[in-house]
Each structure stands twice: as C-alpha cells, then as structure tokens.
C-alpha cells in the first residue's frame, strides 16, 4: 500500500487552488459570454424572424468556437476539481489510518 502523506496532498491543495479557480472561472466566463456571442450573431443577422436569426446565431462559426472553448475550459477545471477533491481523500485516508494506529498501540484494536 501506498504510504499517504497529508504534507504532499496539502501542498498539492495549495499549489493548484490558484489554478483551478482561473479555470473555474474560465468557465463561468465563457458560460455567460455565449449569451453575447448569441446576441452579436442574432444582430447580424439578415433573416426576417427571431427564430431563424437564433438559427443563424447558433450556427456560426463565432459560437460554435465558444462552445469548443466552453468544452475545454470544463474539462480542465471539471480535471482539476477532481484531483484536488482526490487530494482532500488522501488526507482523510491519512486521518483513518493514524487514528487506527492509534487505537492498536493503545489494544483499542
């Protein structure tokens, strides 16, 4: 079994906070600035009707590559959330594993 250290697990924490709260907030970002991109296409837009200016909107290569950009942004920060929750794991497991110890040198165990 691997031997946890919480010292690694809180200064990875520490290192990579900064990180995924850029990319979180790329994220947010991005989420909200699809609203504008949306509404600059549909203002473009020659057609007639707004459901087919939203179609326009939709189908430009200006929101699509926001959406790509979206795509990314979730994944590195959906990537980074999950280490960081993994990071938070290891330092329970620590925990668990130290109050065991703790209980079998005392004949709790």
């Known amino acids: 079994m691997e031997n946890i250290s919480p010292y690694k697990a809180l200064d990875y924490i520490r290192d990579n906070s900064e990180g995924y709260a850029v990319a979180k907030a790329s994220v947010v970002f991005l989420t909200e600035y699809r609203k504008t991109v949306k509404s600059i296409l549909m203002i473009q837009s020659d ?7 939203e179609s326009y909107a939709y189908a430009h290569e200006d929101y699509v590559n926001n959406l790509m950009a979206l795509r990314l942004a979730i994944e590195q920060a959906e990537s980074m ?29």
């Open 81 to 109: 959330r999950w280490k960081l929750i993994a990071a938070q794991a290891k330092i329970e497991v620590w925990r668990s594993l130290e109050a065991s110890t703790r209980a079998e040198i005392k004949g709790v165990g």
């Open 47 to 53: 057609a007639k009707t707004e459901s087919a200016k």
